[in-house]
């Protein structure tokens, strides 16, 4: 066989298997993004076009939709509680996750293992199940129905998976460069701030986006802990409108709505994608 059928035999290989693996690929991404760009568009449409052509272009681009979510259905507000628990949620995981998750990666004391143990075991117990608890404790203190409150349930809630992803980046830190610092007199606050988290993070990057974004598109929690529509989170808001919807026809609104609650998600993914890969790649490969 002749060097050049060869080459084309491997040529048409190769291409055969890069479209094998991308078109499923391709088909997959666009089974997600159809309806994406289907409700962005429908957000654009008064309920007269919805109705006559749901598939179609609008023929004026209206931000009514997006005035009416804004002013009749208090969508503004609720988009700043969602930003207040979403902010304070991920800084006061931080706060707590980041030297726990030292404390039992570098400091050895009986049971440490124990205490690990039970954090990461706590990863597989189902939320719901401590709803109701949380229910009552939070009635107990006078917290239910307010967002500080919930922040607080979000924050404990992602203790595991921070601490469990924090842990397995702080491992690869080596411990030289702590047994230095403490020669030189600085103590274990100072090491924890000054050369552990420096170099943790893309693991303190990668669960804070993570986290963030599911604060963000929390519902169920926030559906038992709030009552009072002032202290709706966008997900409570979006169901609010959807109910309302179906007997207003607000659907252009319901889909406006929606829109600014996907928004920041899609920026805050967009700007922090490379950091998310290669954090969860580098967490992967330490763990």
């Given at each position: 066989m002749s060097r050049k059928g060869t080459v084309k035999r491997q040529t048409t290989g190769h291409i055969m298997s890069r479209v094998g693996i991308r078109l499923p690929l391709i088909l997959w991404s666009l089974a997600v993004l159809y309806p994406i760009i289907w409700m962005i568009i429908g957000s654009f449409k008064s309920n007269a076009e919805i109705y006559a052509n749901p598939w179609g272009i609008p023929e004026s681009f209206n931000f009514q939709n997006f005035i009416d979510a804004w002013q009749n259905y208090n969508i503004g507000v609720s988009l700043f509680n969602s930003l207040i628990v979403t902010v304070l949620g991920s800084l006061l995981t931080l706060v707590l996750a980041v030297p726990t998750a030292y404390a039992l990666e570098r400091m050895v004391f009986r049971g440490s293992t124990l205490l690990f143990n039970l954090y990461i075991s706590a990863m597989m117990i189902p939320m719901v199940l401590g709803w109701i608890p949380l229910f009552f404790l939070l009635m107990n203190f006078n917290m239910l129905d307010n967002i500080y409150?919930?922040?607080?349930?979000?924050?404990?809630?992602?203790?595991?998976?921070?601490?469990?992803?924090?842990?397995?980046?702080?491992?690869?830190?080596?411990?030289?460069?702590?047994?230095?610092?403490?020669?030189?007199?600085?103590?274990?606050?100072?090491?924890?701030?000054?050369?552990?988290?420096?170099?943790?993070?893309?693991?303190?990057?990668?669960?804070?986006?993570?986290?963030?974004?599911?604060?963000?598109?929390?519902?169920?929690?926030?559906?038992?802990?709030?009552?009072?529509?002032?202290?709706?989170?966008?997900?409570?808001a979006i169901d609010f409108i959807s109910n309302e919807a179906e007997y207003t026809n607000a659907w252009g609104t319901l889909f406006a709505s929606l829109t600014i609650a996907m928004i920041p998600v899609i920026i805050l993914y967009a700007i922090f994608q490379r950091r998310i890969s290669k954090g969860m790649t580098e967490g992967a490969i330490k763990g």
């Amino acid at each position: 066989m002749s060097r050049k059928g060869t080459v084309k035999r491997q040529t048409t290989g190769h291409i055969m298997s890069r479209v094998g693996i991308r078109l499923p690929l391709i088909l997959w991404s666009l089974a997600v993004l159809y309806p994406i760009i289907w409700m962005i568009i429908g957000s654009f449409k008064s309920n007269a076009e919805i109705y006559a052509n749901p598939w179609g272009i609008p023929e004026s681009f209206n931000f009514q939709n997006f005035i009416d979510a804004w002013q009749n259905y208090n969508i503004g507000v609720s988009l700043f509680n969602s930003l207040i628990v979403t902010v304070l949620g991920s800084l006061l995981t931080l706060v707590l996750a980041v030297p726990t998750a030292y404390a039992l990666e570098r400091m050895v004391f009986r049971g440490s293992t124990l205490l690990f143990n039970l954090y990461i075991s706590a990863m597989m117990i189902p939320m719901v199940l401590g709803w109701i608890p949380l229910f009552f404790l939070l009635m107990n203190f006078n917290m239910l129905d307010n967002i500080y409150g919930l922040t607080v349930v979000y924050a404990v809630s992602q203790l595991p998976f921070s601490i469990f992803v924090l842990t397995t980046f702080m491992s690869s830190i080596p411990k030289e460069l702590e047994e230095s610092a403490a020669i030189d007199g600085m103590s274990p606050y100072g090491v924890l701030l000054k050369i552990i988290t420096p170099l943790a993070t893309s693991g303190i990057i990668t669960v804070t986006i993570m986290n963030a974004i599911q604060f963000w598109n929390e519902y169920f929690m926030a559906l038992i802990f709030l009552q009072s529509r002032e202290n709706y989170t966008l997900g409570l808001a979006i169901d609010f409108i959807s109910n309302e919807a179906e007997y207003t026809n607000a659907w252009g609104t319901l889909f406006a709505s929606l829109t600014i609650a996907m928004i920041p998600v899609i920026i805050l993914y967009a700007i922090f994608q490379r950091r998310i890969s290669k954090g969860m790649t580098e967490g992967a490969i330490k763990g």
